[in-house]
């Protein structure tokens, strides 16, 4: 409640809330920390605020899409072309160039957002086309310092600029109503709230999600050396010379559980109703993601096979690539989707 009031009082217009938290607050939790993290915050806090979850979901990796080329600080550049004969800053800045398409995505997340809504398609088309100048508008406040930032500082800063300096820019020009629709949209199950000032302060209220993206940075970040240390107490499986790990201390979700048990610790005496109940709506969804991820497992280790084939990824690449030929550029875009799905990361 406290977090929605502070946010009613930028605006309280579903459309732009949903842009300022997954393509603002979104891309920099994705340019501080990456591996994931945009999506892990920003969806379960726009299910907090109301928005339908299947919604939060989607808008949360959609937005994700601009800013995750120089995720965690320039990660995919730096390490994942490492030692390629070719100026990484010269090659970011092209980049950015191709990423000048990325100003019609917050209209995309609003199309997204809507297609969740139970409500006639005019109804939809008319709110989507309503929010299309401030949606432009979010898209140029993020890309214009995103492509100098490229061109003049390197790979590690343009995401991390972009969502901080546009980020508050477009926040500035919001709050004094520039381009911002003169009727508020909501939910149609929905009546616009008006909350009563809160006794938490905002930043009290966003202390779990501050503490969540902070563990999520210092565990991610190579560069503070503290990953190497929690990855080497990694649980091996092994089984026929294969061997799996898991890390219990890396894992996004027990990094939620920790602050959960953290901040319930003040009230002891009620922490067993919100676990039981978070329990109970995530039955189904575990048996979903135990076949899900045995079959992502299989995939990655597909190539430790006894004939000495390649991998499932490899060769369903070299397939597609030996079929499509010249156009093959084109088609890697969906390869490289499909890599992402498995690996959970756009490096």
């Known amino acids: 409640e406290a977090i929605e009031y502070y946010l009613i009082k930028i605006s309280g217009d579903r459309r732009i809330q949903a842009i300022l938290l997954t393509w603002v ?3 920099f939790l994705e340019a501080a920390a990456g591996f994931g993290t945009p999506a892990a915050i920003v969806a379960p806090l726009l299910v907090v605020l109301g928005f339908p979850a299947l919604a939060a979901v ?5 937005a994700n899409s601009t800013a995750v080329t120089f995720g965690a600080v320039g990660t995919p550049l730096l390490h994942g072309l490492k030692g390629i004969p070719v100026s990484l800053q010269s090659l970011g800045y092209q980049t950015t160039l191709l990423h000048i398409t990325g100003i019609i995505v917050p209209s995309m997340i609003i199309l997204v957002m809507l297609s969740f809504v139970k409500q006639p398609w005019n109804k939809k088309i008319n709110a989507w086309k309503e929010l ?10 993020f890309l214009v310092p995103y492509i100098l930032s490229a061109k003049y500082l390197g790979p590690e800063f343009p995401s ?11 926040i500035f020009t919001t709050k004094n ?12 199950h929905e009546h616009p709230k008006k909350i009563k000032k809160p006794k938490v302060s905002f930043f009290k ?17 190579p560069t503070l050396g503290i990953k190497d240390i929690i990855l080497k107490l990694s649980i091996i499986f092994s089984l026929s010379g294969i061997e799996s790990t ?14 959960g048990i953290l901040f319930g610790l003040k009230k002891h005496n009620k922490m067993k ?5 978070a329990f109970h709506k995530l039955e189904k969804p575990y048996l979903t993601l135990i076949f899900l991820t045995s079959f992502v497992q299989i995939l990655i280790y597909s190539g430790m096979n006894l004939s000495g084939k390649a991998a499932i990824p490899i060769v369903m690449a070299n397939s597609v690539a030996s079929i499509f030929g010249s156009i093959w550029p084109f088609i890697a875009v969906f390869v490289g989707g499909l890599g992402a799905f498995i690996t959970g990361s756009a490096t």
């Not at 201390?249 to 602050?259: E, K, M």
């Not at 109703?273 to 109940?277: G, R, V």
Request: hydrophobic share 60%; glycine share 8%.
């Open 58 to 62: 989607a808008m949360a990796l959609v």
């Open 177 to 188: 109503k520039f381009l911002v629709p003169k009727k508020e949209w909501h939910f149609p």
């Open 246 to 259: 898991f890390n219990l201390l890396y894992n996004p979700g027990v990094l939620f559980i920790l602050v």
């Open 273 to 277: 109703k919100p676990f039981l109940l």
């Open 160 to 170: 991390l600029i972009a969502s901080f300096i546009g980020g508050g820019f477009l």
């Open 205 to 221: 209220a966003i202390m779990p999600y501050l503490i969540v993206s902070l563990l999520l940075v210092i565990t991610r970040l």
């Open 132 to 141: 299309i100048p401030y949606s432009l508008w979010a898209g140029i406040c």
């Open 25 to 27: 607050f979104g891309s």
